[in-house]
């Protein structure tokens, strides 16, 4: 009875039937309208709804799981195309370090060459990351590479000196090209190098670089005669102690041979 009289204000709901009245001449006609066809649907569409939500949660999760394994790949990858670009010089590092465990007397001045080995593997592997986004890059980024490389040297008390002129932008592969031999050199007169001064300009038609070192005749020609480049030219004057090394490098120039 009370479920009537509450049909008479609106439909009552009563699970699995709704129970509607309306008036009529004399009084109120009252019925029921079977719904369980109707909720049983309305529960299926609930529970592929939940379903559908829970496997886009699975899916969004996946997606997300490829994503961060793709990054850990493309860093992996990136990594090891740095190690395999460096590797002779984290073989020298390695090599250093052990010395300086065995040789506490030549602490500081092995401590210096890691330096330097180390500073180009830092700007080199820098250098390998910018490569990924643009095949051209600031020519500011072979005067840093330089002049952190000259910065270590000091350490081994090799007086340096750097007057850079860099600006618009430069391939790549020449910056990595004039970095290496320039690293190349240093490495081999490490040594014998009591002074290093690097004359840098660089602009958007190329790189020249001027190396003035101080070091022995007899050890600079040896080095410098199985050195090569691997784009532009390079000449080199030797006299009494004294090294000059002038590289000249175009921008749309082709490999050296």
């Given at each position: 009875?009370?479920?009537?009289?509450?049909?008479?204000?609106?439909?009552?709901?009563?699970?699995?039937?709704?129970?509607?009245?309306?008036p009529i001449h004399g009084g109120r006609v009252v019925w029921e309208d079977d719904i369980s066809e109707l909720t049983a649907l309305q529960q299926q569409l609930q529970d592929a709804?939940?379903?559908?939500?829970?496997e886009n949660t699975l899916l969004q999760a996946e997606l997300d799981l490829k994503e961060q394994r793709a990054k850990t790949d493309e860093k992996n990858r990136l990594y090891d195309r740095i190690a395999e670009e460096v590797e002779p010089q984290l073989i020298k590092t390695d090599m250093l370090l052990q010395r300086i465990a065995?040789?506490?007397?030549?602490?500081?001045?092995?401590?210096?060459?890691?330096?330097?080995?180390?500073?180009?593997?830092?700007?080199?592997?820098?250098?390998?990351?910018?490569?990924?986004?643009?095949?051209?890059?600031?020519?500011?980024?072979?005067e840093y590479c330089i002049r952190e490389s000259l910065e270590n040297l000091r350490l081994g008390e090799v007086f340096t000196s750097l007057n850079a002129n860099c600006a618009g932008q430069l391939s790549l592969e020449h910056i990595v090209a004039a970095y290496d031999f320039f690293e190349t050199v240093t490495e081999r007169l490490l040594d014998n190098?009591?002074?290093?001064?690097?004359?840098?300009?660089?602009?958007?038609?190329?790189?020249?670089?001027?190396?003035?070192?101080?070091?022995t005749e007899e050890i600079a020609q040896k080095v410098l005669e199985d050195i090569s480049l691997s784009y532009g030219?390079?000449?080199y004057e030797i006299m009494d102690e004294d090294?000059?090394?002038?590289?000249?490098?175009?921008?749309?120039?082709?490999?050296?041979?």
């Amino acid at each position: 009875e009370t479920k009537m009289r509450q049909s008479e204000s609106g439909t009552v709901h009563m699970g699995r039937a709704l129970l509607n009245s309306a008036p009529i001449h004399g009084g109120r006609v009252v019925w029921e309208d079977d719904i369980s066809e109707l909720t049983a649907l309305q529960q299926q569409l609930q529970d592929a709804q939940e379903q559908l939500g829970e496997e886009n949660t699975l899916l969004q999760a996946e997606l997300d799981l490829k994503e961060q394994r793709a990054k850990t790949d493309e860093k992996n990858r990136l990594y090891d195309r740095i190690a395999e670009e460096v590797e002779p010089q984290l073989i020298k590092t390695d090599m250093l370090l052990q010395r300086i465990a065995r040789e506490p007397e030549n602490r500081e001045k092995l401590l210096a060459k890691t330096c330097v080995l180390g500073s180009y593997i830092k700007r080199r592997g820098n250098l390998l990351l910018l490569g990924e986004d643009a095949k051209k890059v600031s020519a500011r980024e072979l005067e840093y590479c330089i002049r952190e490389s000259l910065e270590n040297l000091r350490l081994g008390e090799v007086f340096t000196s750097l007057n850079a002129n860099c600006a618009g932008q430069l391939s790549l592969e020449h910056i990595v090209a004039a970095y290496d031999f320039f690293e190349t050199v240093t490495e081999r007169l490490l040594d014998n190098m009591t002074a290093m001064l690097v004359n840098l300009n660089c602009d958007n038609a190329g790189i020249r670089m001027n190396i003035q070192m101080g070091c022995t005749e007899e050890i600079a020609q040896k080095v410098l005669e199985d050195i090569s480049l691997s784009y532009g030219s390079v000449t080199y004057e030797i006299m009494d102690e004294d090294l000059v090394i002038d590289l000249l490098m175009s921008e749309g120039g082709v490999p050296a041979v």
